[in-house]
């Protein structure tokens, strides 16, 4: 790969290259240069403090949907319970066989 004219070139620590910008014409959603001011939600607190973790908390907890210390439509932990070995399951006489076929059961009825 000698002789390859990029090889000589290496990149330097900062690149600014604003030749994607869009005008501002455009319909969709622009492409702003590098060089934007950026939106700082902080504005000058620091963003990895445990005040500033204890306010987004704050914020993030919709008190609308805690009733009575608990969510809404729960029910009360002591009532839900798991459904015992036959419960829903259709009662029919033991025959002794363990499977029937439909040719059968259509043969004896």
């Known amino acids: 790969m000698a002789g ?3 090889e000589d070139v290496a990149p330097s620590g900062e690149v600014h290259d604003n030749s994607y910008t869009t005008g501002g014409d455009a319909k969709v959603n622009p492409v702003v240069s590098d060089d ?4 700082d939600p902080y504005k000058g607190t620091d963003p990895d403090s445990d005040a500033q973790l204890e306010r987004d908390e704050k914020e993030a907890i919709d008190k609308g949907n805690i009733m009575k210390d608990r ?11 798991e459904p015992g070995d036959m419960e829903g399951l259709e009662q ?6 363990s ?8 043969l004896r009825s």
């Open 4 to 6: 390859n004219k990029n």
């Open 36 to 39: 934007a001011p950026v939106e």
């Open 71 to 81: 969510t809404r439509h729960a029910k009360p932990v002591d009532t839900y319970r």
């Open 92 to 97: 029919t006489e033991d025959t002794g066989r």
């Open 99 to 106: 499977a029937t076929s439909t040719t059968d059961q259509v």
